[in-house]
């Protein structure tokens, strides 16, 4: 079955909306609380990555945002070669501006799509990606992608991610978005959950984590662990 995209958001509007969001994706109380677990998978990630890959020198952070994540990594091995990706050029300024402050090593921004991006093969040590695979629209870009960060990574390198998942599984779907929609409303209410499932629906499509797993082994990763799963939401990698 073909899935029709097209009334989904552009990059032009995801673009935007980070762009004026700056602040918030700064500071780690306010920037993801929207993402359950959010501290606890962004420490199992890093932690995860330190244990793989503790002689690292290149990081990838595909999706940075301002940074945290690179920041969480920086705490654990110092003074990485960071490679920054997003779309949004105030967060990229943001992350820069943030991660400079803590590595002594060379740091690249790169804005563009994901999908677009031109990468060595064999170079980087650990790549993370949190919150932002969820932007990927069909199969084809879900396998370019994962294809592209398997082949840039170093042998025994490895990826992690934290994401918005779905479930494979209709009834089962249907009890983590109530669970979900549940979460949102103790957050800030009937409105906020509301704001928060709208731009979701416009702007996100994610896959199960068996789907993600599942492409993983199929892009060529030896290994891949799930960290933690909890509602709509999962921490996993692979590592090549």
Not at 26 to 32: H, I, W
Not at 41 to 64: R, S
Not at 110 to 126: A, E, G, K
């Amino acid at each position: 079955m073909v899935t029709d995209y097209s009334r989904k958001a552009t990059n032009d509007e995801i673009r935007t909306r980070f762009d004026n969001d700056v602040d918030r994706f700064s500071n780690l109380d306010t920037g993801q609380l929207t993402t359950i677990d959010a501290p606890l998978t962004m420490e199992l990630c890093t932690e995860a990555a330190k244990y793989v890959n503790p002689q690292a020198k290149e990081l990838l952070d595909i999706g940075c945002g301002a940074g945290n994540y690179t920041l969480k990594m920086l705490s654990k091995i110092n003074n990485l070669n960071c490679t920054l990706n997003d779309l949004s050029m105030p967060m990229l300024q943001k992350a820069k501006e943030r991660v400079a402050a803590e590595t002594a090593g060379q740091i690249t921004i790169i804005q563009d799509d994901m999908r677009n991006l031109f990468l060595p093969d064999d170079h980087f040590d650990i790549i993370l990606a949190a919150a932002t695979l969820h932007h990927l629209r069909d199969d084809s870009d879900w396998e370019l992608v994962f294809t592209k960060l398997y082949k840039t990574l170093k042998y025994g390198g490895s990826i992690w991610i934290s994401d918005l998942i779905t479930h494979d599984s209709s009834p089962l779907n249907e009890l983590f978005h109530q669970k979900y929609s549940d979460y949102l409303e103790t957050l800030g209410g009937p409105e906020y959950r509301q704001k928060v499932l709208d731009y979701i629906a416009h702007e996100d499509t994610p896959r199960s984590l068996n789907y993600q797993l599942d492409l993983l082994k199929k892009v060529g990763f030896k290994q891949v662990e799930i960290l933690h799963k909890n509602s709509y939401f999962a921490a996993f990698g692979g590592v090549k």
